[in-house]
């Protein structure tokens, strides 16, 4: 979850060539960013070259920029459109190759792993709570990371992924149904230890 928030006075300043406004928004969203490219199964340097590229646009264009409602979900919804291109492009070119690029949307292991352990829950409460989380579809792993891992609202979801409410909704539904029904008993005690450990 962003901690630190960039208010619209840093917005203002940034656009009007601020540096200190640009560095405090960069630093207030590098992380968030970083992380959520992991969740699309990408290398670091190219998660990285991503982050760096947006801000370098960002700057470019900061005097033509409209304020956006939320800062956090346009940077997260120009992050995601950007990071899904390169990988389209790398996947494209690696398939030319000789290489199977094995292009996945999500990784199959989510990023959670350090959550799950600092939470305390056992080796095996952990496996269960991996295999759970990667049999869900990738849509449905991306709308769990947003709500409760960066602390979205529907509305914020909607508009980082480019779906309708109604879609966000049914998708939360139909994957907390499923790790529900994956991890029988214990589900919500996982569920919750693996939220409240970020």
């Keep these: 979850m962003n901690k630190t928030p960039v208010n619209d006075a840093v917005w203002e300043a940034f656009q ?10 960069y630093v207030a969203h590098y992380k968030l960013l970083v992380n959520y490219g992991r969740r699309f199964g990408a290398e670091n340097a190219l998660i990285e070259d991503a982050v760096h590229d947006l801000f370098l646009e960002l700057w470019h264009y900061r005097r033509t920029l409209t304020k956006p409602q939320s800062i956090q979900s346009y940077l997260l919804k120009s992050f995601r459109n950007r990071l899904l291109t390169q990988l389209a492009q790398q996947y494209r070119f690696q398939s030319n190759g000789e290489e199977d690029a094995g292009f996945g949307l999500l990784p199959a292991e989510p990023s959670a792993e350090d959550r799950l352990i600092e939470a305390g829950l056992s080796h095996e409460q952990q496996l269960r709570v991996q295999k759970a989380m990667a049999l869900l579809s990738p849509r449905q792993q991306e709308i769990l990371y947003l709500r409760y891992f960066s602390d979205f609202d ?14 966000a909704r049914t998708q939360m539904h139909q994957a907390l149904t499923a790790l ?6 214990n589900w919500l005690v996982c569920l919750l230890l693996m939220l409240t450990a970020q």
Excluded: D, K, N, W
């Design 180 to 185: 529900r029904r994956r991890l029988q008993e």
């Design 154 to 167: 529907y509305e914020q979801i909607c508009a980082v992924m480019g779906i309708t409410y109604h879609t």
């Design 16 to 25: 009007q060539g601020s540096e200190p406004a640009f560095r405090a928004l």
